[in-house]
DNA sequence: TGCACGACTTGCATGCAACCCA
DNA sequence: TGGGTTGCATGCAAGTCGTGCA
């Protein structure tokens, strides 16, 4: 598909902006319609039962659902959802419910949790029947034909309708998202393909040929408003150059950084505060891969921040801690209300200008008042064609795998040792972008369980050792092979402790998938036979695949 | 210049299927 | 063979950034 030889270039298909000469696809699947609950399944109000109308008893079902979850606590959830129940409602079921306190649905949930229980004691033709419903499903709808390759759709079902679940503290938790029909959707195919057609009885909403989109479906969503798409996979020819084109204009970034380090260290001094505003903030977006800090309406979404975002009070600043001079300690806040929290030593003149730009300022007020990300991005747009604050975060994650792999790999380790030498240097990444997760609710028992099996093998290998001491007395040394395979066995048990230890808190995912350019871990496949396979799952592969063929050892970011 | 909007990327959590072991 | 674990796909929310308009 794509030619090694055009390594350097990644092109633009089409010169006109167009993205696709020819698109065609069979349009999304819908959410299975409702299904009104058996009549013992009873909803209380003020402890007597009480039938709800169809409308009504939907959703409240999607309560039911999640009783057990935090969500249905607190506050804003349930008076969101109260709100938008009561909308659903006849007249006489408006007067009747007044108060969600005195609603109860735990019959519901019940019947729910009985329901899930009963799928999963379903026989193996039921549930292959299920499967191969799914898969005819995947096959009808799953792919479209773009440009003369047949492409594997995203998402191609729509979202059914249910509760808004935010993440952080959400102004618009527990909101009803409605449901989705045909005549809210906009399908975007080209004028000579065949069109989708919308089920019986209904109409889409509009069909256009915009071949200067890459979505094949749209509809706008009522929580914010906003809209949203059907559109390929990862592994298309679409996202694919999208994709390589990312990590090339990355690696421009690479041949001039160090001009524009020497830039904003230089205006660090400028006379203008502006100057200096931006100045301090892109070092800050270098050194530690924050994200650019959008403007958000407030009361729309949760209190979240970046760079050009960050307020007084989400830094604090120490002449002098410990044994360390100029230290700025970070807590925020940032995306998906992950918390951002970090001390670390600046320069005295990042220090000095942090000083003057939090003169006569409340906690509440911008730190960088001169400054938003469309000035920043202009900016940068000037010292590099292309260049915007997010390319600092895929330019740093790059580099710093190829360093850290450089670093850690070494040619005497197994392939297990080298596999955690890789997943060191990936989790050198993601601490640096700060991609957190939970620590998985089993993580201590699963440790536990690894001990446990770490301990049964080193037994073994003793074990296996007096064996072979007492053979070779024998003068038969068959066994030697069988303990160096035991201490195999152990040396991999040993290095999966190690790396699921390391990993409790930290997700690889994201920056595996969004921010390292896959060609260095191809090469470095190469260079130290490690099978791809070890990196890369299957999915991971295909979306990689551009990089796979591409890459050779000696590739360099 | 500021703002709203549209398109597209990034991000964590969830749920399920495959796998593993007793 | 069942029950727990793990890895992965999926879901969908929440970012970034460009554009067009007043």
């Given at each position: 598909l794509i030619s090694p030889r055009l390594e350097c270039l990644p092109f633009e298909r089409y010169t006109d902006g167009s993205k696709w000469r020819f698109l065609e696809h069979k349009g999304p699947v819908f959410a299975p319609p409702y299904e009104p609950l058996p009549d013992k399944v009873r909803f209380y109000y003020d402890g007597k039962p009480m039938k709800l109308s169809a409308p009504a008893e939907e959703v409240a079902t999607f309560f039911a659902k999640m009783l057990d979850h935090e969500y249905t606590t607190k506050d804003i959830f349930r008076k969101n959802f109260y709100k938008d129940w009561r909308k659903e409602m006849t007249s006489e079921e408006k007067s009747k419910i007044t108060d969600l306190n005195k609603c109860n649905f735990s019959d519901m949930n019940e019947y729910f949790k009985a329901q899930s229980e009963a799928r999963k004691q379903m026989s193996k033709?039921?549930?292959?029947?299920?499967?191969?419903?799914?898969?005819?499903?995947?096959?009808?709808?799953?792919?479209?034909?773009?440009?003369?390759?047949?492409?594997?759709?995203?998402?191609?079902?729509?979202?059914?309708?249910?509760?808004?679940?935010?993440?952080?503290?959400?102004?618009?938790?527990?909101?009803?998202?409605?449901?989705?029909?045909?005549?809210?959707?906009?399908?975007?195919?080209?004028?000579?393909?065949?069109?989708?057609?919308?089920?019986?009885?209904?109409?889409?909403?509009?069909?256009?040929?915009?071949?200067?989109?890459?979505?094949?479906?749209?509809?706008?969503?009522?929580?914010?408003?906003?809209?949203?798409?059907?559109?390929?996979?990862?592994?298309?020819?679409?996202?694919?150059?999208?994709?390589?084109?990312?990590?090339?204009?990355?690696?421009?970034?690479?041949?001039?950084?160090?001009?524009?380090?020497?830039?904003?260290?230089?205006?660090?001094?400028?006379?203008?505060?502006?100057?200096?505003?931006?100045?301090?903030?892109?070092?800050?977006?270098?050194?530690?891969?924050?994200?650019?800090?959008?403007?958000?309406e407030e009361g729309e979404t949760a209190d979240t921040v970046g760079c050009c975002s960050l307020r007084v009070e989400h830094i604090k600043l120490y002449p002098k801690l410990d044994d360390q001079e100029y230290v700025v300690e970070f807590d925020f806040l940032g995306k998906d209300s992950i918390r951002y929290y970090n001390k670390i030593p600046v320069e005295k003149r990042v220090f000095k200008n942090l000083q003057l730009f939090l003169e006569n300022k409340q906690p509440e007020d911008d730190l960088f008042d001169r400054l938003n990300t469309s000035i920043l991005n202009k900016h940068l747009q000037e010292l590099m064609d292309g260049l915007t604050a997010k390319v600092f975060r895929t330019y740093n994650a790059s580099i710093t795998l190829q360093q850290q792999l450089k670093e850690l790999s070494c040619s005497d380790d197994s392939i297990p040792a080298k596999v955690l030498s890789y997943n060191r240097a990936n989790r050198a990444v993601a601490i640096l972008c700060n991609h957190q997760?939970?620590?998985?609710?089993?993580?201590?028992?699963?440790?536990?369980?690894?001990?446990?099996?770490?301990?049964?093998?080193?037994?073994?290998?003793?074990?296996?050792?007096?064996?072979?001491?007492?053979?070779?007395?024998?003068?038969?040394?068959?066994?030697?092979?069988?303990?160096?395979?035991?201490?195999?066995?152990?040396?991999?048990?040993?290095?999966?402790?190690?790396?699921?230890?390391?990993?409790?808190?930290?997700?690889?995912?994201?920056?595996?998938?969004?921010?390292?350019?896959?060609?260095?871990?191809?090469?470095?496949?190469?260079?130290?036979?490690?099978?791809?396979?070890?990196?890369?799952?299957?999915?991971?592969?295909?979306?990689?695949?551009?990089?796979?063929?591409?890459?050779?050892?000696?590739?360099?970011?």
């Amino acid at each position: 598909l794509i030619s090694p030889r055009l390594e350097c270039l990644p092109f633009e298909r089409y010169t006109d902006g167009s993205k696709w000469r020819f698109l065609e696809h069979k349009g999304p699947v819908f959410a299975p319609p409702y299904e009104p609950l058996p009549d013992k399944v009873r909803f209380y109000y003020d402890g007597k039962p009480m039938k709800l109308s169809a409308p009504a008893e939907e959703v409240a079902t999607f309560f039911a659902k999640m009783l057990d979850h935090e969500y249905t606590t607190k506050d804003i959830f349930r008076k969101n959802f109260y709100k938008d129940w009561r909308k659903e409602m006849t007249s006489e079921e408006k007067s009747k419910i007044t108060d969600l306190n005195k609603c109860n649905f735990s019959d519901m949930n019940e019947y729910f949790k009985a329901q899930s229980e009963a799928r999963k004691q379903m026989s193996k033709e039921e549930k292959l029947k299920i499967k191969e419903e799914n898969e005819r499903l995947l096959q009808e709808y799953g792919f479209c034909i773009m440009d003369n390759h047949k492409e594997r759709i995203g998402n191609f079902r729509i979202e059914p309708p249910g509760l808004f679940r935010g993440r952080g503290d959400h102004p618009k938790m527990g909101m009803l998202k409605r449901r989705i029909r045909p005549e809210d959707i906009i399908i975007n195919c080209s004028k000579d393909s065949k069109h989708p057609k919308p089920p019986p009885g209904t109409k889409w909403k509009e069909v256009r040929h915009d071949n200067k989109v890459t979505w094949l479906a749209s509809w706008t969503e009522n929580i914010q408003g906003s809209i949203k798409y059907i559109m390929l996979n990862p592994s298309s020819r679409i996202k694919g150059e999208k994709d390589w084109q990312k990590y090339e204009t990355a690696r421009r970034l690479k041949k001039c950084v160090d001009r524009i380090r020497a830039q904003y260290r230089d205006d660090w001094k400028s006379k203008e505060m502006r100057i200096r505003q931006r100045a301090v903030a892109l070092y800050f977006i270098d050194k530690l891969a924050l994200r650019a800090g959008n403007e958000k309406e407030e009361g729309e979404t949760a209190d979240t921040v970046g760079c050009c975002s960050l307020r007084v009070e989400h830094i604090k600043l120490y002449p002098k801690l410990d044994d360390q001079e100029y230290v700025v300690e970070f807590d925020f806040l940032g995306k998906d209300s992950i918390r951002y929290y970090n001390k670390i030593p600046v320069e005295k003149r990042v220090f000095k200008n942090l000083q003057l730009f939090l003169e006569n300022k409340q906690p509440e007020d911008d730190l960088f008042d001169r400054l938003n990300t469309s000035i920043l991005n202009k900016h940068l747009q000037e010292l590099m064609d292309g260049l915007t604050a997010k390319v600092f975060r895929t330019y740093n994650a790059s580099i710093t795998l190829q360093q850290q792999l450089k670093e850690l790999s070494c040619s005497d380790d197994s392939i297990p040792a080298k596999v955690l030498s890789y997943n060191r240097a990936n989790r050198a990444v993601a601490i640096l972008c700060n991609h957190q997760r939970a620590p998985p609710k089993t993580f201590e028992k699963s440790m536990q369980n690894l001990q446990t099996k770490i301990d049964e093998k080193q037994n073994q290998l003793s074990a296996a050792r007096k064996q072979l001491k007492a053979a070779k007395a024998d003068h038969k040394a068959s066994h030697d092979d069988k303990s160096k395979k035991i201490e195999e066995q152990l040396m991999k048990l040993q290095v999966q402790a190690t790396d699921r230890e390391e990993n409790k808190q930290i997700a690889l995912g994201t920056s595996k998938l969004n921010y390292l350019d896959p060609r260095i871990s191809v090469a470095w496949c190469k260079k130290w036979a490690v099978p791809i396979e070890k990196i890369y799952n299957k999915t991971q592969r295909e979306k990689f695949a551009w990089a796979i063929d591409m890459a050779e050892k000696d590739y360099e970011f």
